[in-house]
């Protein structure tokens, strides 16, 4: 049996020469090399010297790197260049050289390094993925017919995740699909290419990928599994008429009713594939939790209704997550005997979506943020100067630092329970990182059968009723706002304000930069760098 908990504690390293020229950022350590008699010596050490390997990136520590918990990373570029969340200046904090304030406005550059680590991480593991297949297919022989599906299918499935966050942030990205390629040889392919390629790559593995719930502790705990891969292709379809549009500046989107999927033998719309997958996950046995919390608890293993989630022991696994810490107030987190940053919060929009101060505030609210007087273990949090810490989320303002509230406006994460046993002042917790869920499913297939001409209603009666809200009528502009309401904080934003248009339009505190009714904003720039690496990359504004 191979258990995750085992990946976190590899310690095979693999040097791989386009890994080093193209991402730069793949180093070796020695000391951790075996040879590679012994790395490839039976099924269990090559599926974990290949496979297994992989699941090392998918959370994270650093800056830059894993799909979530860290900075400046795929997360914060979902999140802050929305109308959900905000870092604004706090007098000498959270400046950084403009960087929070310039997503936020999204007048990012392509000069930007925060950009460039961005990308290094993802090819990163799509390099690495290529390696992985490079070994299963040197050491076959040791497998059986059975291993060899399900090993090649699994990593073919984590790089086909991997080329949808890039088609998702950068779009016409390289496609690289083998070890041999060389930085000079590097290309962009269309966008709409490297979206199929990671649709149909998804479907190939999906027969020979477990039917296992990896988010539930065992064998096959935090890896990718078939409902892992149907919440990839739903959400690639979900978004097909976005990932098909090779340049949102020059062409038009086409409707999702006619772009045309091949599945289980049959032609579906992109609507029906979404559908189809949802109900896939479904059949599979997900649900919703009658407790909206306890997906996010500290033992949160065991939810009915987590679908992937990154692994988190605060002994066992380096992956951090941090968004707590950024969030409270200093003061708050000594409270707790942790520690904080006092900076991340909710906007004034997003409080005002959730009905903050009125008799139909959403039942979620409480869930989601520390607001007003903040209470621990029954004591009120005070202030250097002996006043009641209270957050003010209705005084949000890019700039703070001439604001009476600069150290406590907005509304702060909360959603996860905090681990008080959490080290390195909460980062490291024993609360796993989710980062799809089933609640996720059932809006993805409300909006999908209203697009597709159906009653969503419920779909989304579900969701609502979980929380003990009243039903609304299954519009798309209900179920974008309950999105919201019911993902806040997951990183979905930046994804969901695109697929309706709306990111380029002016929201919350922030303006339209110049030109951006075009949509240029709507895909990161490829970074300079790695334009300059040699290769024959251009920018995306020459698609």
Same mark, same amino acid.
């Given at each position: 049996?191979?258990?995750?908990?085992?990946?976190?504690?590899?310690?095979?390293?693999?040097?791989?020469?386009?890994?080093?020229?193209?991402?730069?950022?793949?180093?070796?350590?020695?000391?951790? *090399?075996? +040879?590679? /008699?012994?790395?490839?010596?039976?099924?269990?050490?090559? =599926? @974990?010297?290949? !496979?297994?390997?992989?699941? #090392?990136?998918?959370?994270?520590?650093?800056?830059?790197?894993?799909?979530?918990?860290?900075?400046?990373?795929?997360?914060?570029?979902?999140?802050?260049?929305?109308?959900?969340?905000?870092?604004?200046?706090?007098?000498?904090?959270?400046?950084?050289?403009?960087?929070?304030?310039?997503?936020?406005?999204? *007048?990012? +550059?392509? /000069?930007?390094?925060?950009?460039?680590?961005?990308?290094? =991480? @993802?090819?990163? !593991?799509?390099?690495?993925? #290529?390696?992985?297949?490079?070994?299963?297919?040197?050491?076959?022989?040791?497998?059986?017919?059975?291993?060899?599906?399900?090993?090649?299918?699994?990593?073919?499935?984590?790089?086909?995740?991997?080329?949808?966050?890039?088609?998702?942030?950068?779009?016409?990205?390289?496609?690289?699909?083998?070890?041999?390629?060389?930085?000079?040889?590097?290309?962009?392919?269309?966008?709409?290419?490297?979206?199929?390629?990671?649709?149909?790559?998804?479907?190939?593995?999906?027969?020979?990928?477990?039917?296992?719930?990896?988010?539930?502790?065992?064998?096959?705990?935090?890896?990718?599994?078939?409902?892992?891969?149907?919440?990839?292709?739903?959400?690639?379809?979900?978004?097909?008429?976005?990932?098909?549009?090779?340049?949102?500046?020059?062409?038009?989107?086409?409707?999702?009713?006619?772009?045309?999927?091949?599945?289980?033998?049959?032609?579906?719309?992109?609507?029906?594939?979404?559908?189809?997958?949802?109900?896939?996950?479904?059949?599979?046995?997900?649900?919703?939790?009658?407790?909206?919390?306890?997906?996010?608890?500290?033992?949160?293993?065991?939810?009915?209704?987590?679908?992937?989630?990154?692994?988190?022991?605060?002994?066992?696994?380096?992956?951090?997550?941090?968004?707590?810490?950024?969030?409270?107030?200093?003061?708050?987190?000594?409270?707790?005997?942790?520690?904080?940053?006092?900076?991340?919060?909710?906007?004034?929009?997003?409080?005002?979506?959730?009905?903050?101060?009125?008799?139909?505030?959403?039942?979620?609210?409480?869930?989601?943020?520390?607001?007003?007087?903040?209470?621990?273990?029954?004591?009120?949090?005070?202030?250097?100067?002996?006043?009641?810490?209270?957050?003010?989320?209705?005084?949000?303002?890019?700039?703070?630092?001439?604001?009476?509230?600069?150290?406590?406006?907005?509304?702060?994460?909360?959603?996860?329970?905090?681990?008080?046993?959490?080290?390195?002042?909460?980062?490291?917790?024993?609360?796993?990182?989710?980062?799809?869920?089933?609640?996720?499913?059932?809006?993805?297939?409300?909006?999908?059968?209203?697009?597709?001409?159906?009653?969503?209603?419920?779909?989304?009666?579900?969701?609502?009723?979980?929380?003990?809200?009243?039903?609304?009528?299954?519009?798309?502009?209900?179920?974008?706002?309950?999105?919201?309401?019911?993902?806040?904080?997951?990183?979905?934003?930046?994804?969901?304000?695109?697929?309706?248009?709306?990111?380029?339009?002016?929201?919350?505190?922030?303006?339209?930069?110049?030109?951006?009714?075009?949509?240029?904003?709507?895909?990161?720039?490829?970074?300079?760098?790695?334009?300059?690496?040699?290769?024959?990359?251009?920018?995306?504004?020459?698609?």
């Amino acid at each position: 049996m191979i258990k995750a908990n085992t990946y976190f504690a590899i310690a095979f390293s693999i040097a791989v020469s386009i890994g080093i020229t193209f991402t730069g950022c793949i180093s070796d350590n020695p000391r951790d *090399r075996v +040879s590679g /008699d012994e790395a490839f010596s039976s099924p269990t050490s090559l =599926y @974990l010297n290949t !496979v297994g390997m992989l699941y #090392n990136y998918i959370g994270g520590s650093t800056d830059g790197s894993g799909l979530q918990g860290t900075y400046r990373g795929v997360y914060d570029y979902n999140t802050f260049t929305t109308d959900e969340a905000i870092l604004p200046v706090r007098g000498g904090d959270w400046y950084d050289g403009g960087f929070w304030k310039h997503l936020y406005e999204h *007048r990012w +550059s392509a /000069d930007d390094q925060e950009l460039y680590n961005l990308w290094n =991480y @993802l090819f990163k !593991v799509v390099v690495h993925c #290529n390696e992985a297949l490079a070994n299963l297919q040197e050491h076959k022989r040791l497998l059986n017919d059975a291993q060899w599906h399900s090993y090649t299918a699994e990593v073919r499935a984590v790089r086909a995740m991997y080329y949808y966050y890039l088609v998702d942030l950068f779009g016409n990205v390289p496609l690289i699909t083998d070890n041999q390629t060389n930085v000079s040889q590097l290309t962009n392919s269309r966008r709409s290419e490297v979206f199929r390629f990671a649709f149909n790559e998804l479907q190939q593995a999906l027969p020979y990928l477990s039917t296992a719930h990896s988010n539930l502790q065992g064998e096959y705990y935090g890896r990718l599994t078939r409902p892992v891969a149907c919440f990839l292709l739903a959400k690639l379809s979900l978004n097909a008429e976005v990932f098909t549009c090779d340049n949102p500046v020059k062409y038009p989107r086409k409707q999702g009713k006619d772009i045309y999927f091949t599945v289980n033998g049959a032609q579906l719309n992109a609507w029906e594939t979404v559908i189809y997958y949802c109900r896939q996950i479904e059949d599979m046995g997900y649900q919703l939790e009658p407790d909206y919390a306890t997906n996010f608890k500290v033992h949160n293993e065991t939810s009915r209704e987590n679908i992937f989630t990154i692994p988190m022991d605060k002994i066992l696994y380096p992956n951090q997550f941090q968004y707590l810490f950024r969030s409270r107030h200093y003061n708050h987190g000594k409270a707790l005997g942790l520690g904080s940053e006092n900076g991340a919060c909710a906007t004034v929009s997003t409080v005002r979506a959730f009905d903050y101060d009125t008799p139909q505030i959403d039942k979620r609210y409480a869930l989601n943020f520390y607001s007003d007087t903040i209470l621990v273990d029954g004591d009120t949090v005070r202030l250097d100067d002996g006043t009641p810490l209270v957050y003010q989320p209705l005084v949000v303002q890019p700039d703070l630092t001439f604001s009476p509230y600069v150290k406590t406006g907005g509304a702060r994460m909360a959603k996860y329970e905090i681990d008080r046993k959490g080290l390195a002042d909460g980062k490291l917790q024993d609360n796993d990182i989710v980062l799809y869920r089933y609640a996720d499913v059932l809006l993805m297939m409300a909006e999908a059968k209203v697009r597709n001409g159906q009653s969503g209603q419920s779909e989304l009666d579900n969701v609502r009723a979980r929380v003990s809200m009243m039903p609304r009528v299954a519009t798309l502009d209900n179920i974008l706002a309950e999105r919201r309401l019911e993902l806040m904080w997951e990183g979905w934003r930046r994804q969901d304000l695109i697929r309706f248009s709306l990111f380029t339009e002016a929201y919350d505190m922030r303006q339209p930069v110049e030109n951006e009714h075009t949509g240029f904003t709507m895909l990161f720039p490829i970074p300079s760098r790695a334009i300059r690496s040699g290769g024959k990359l251009k920018p995306n504004s020459d698609f």
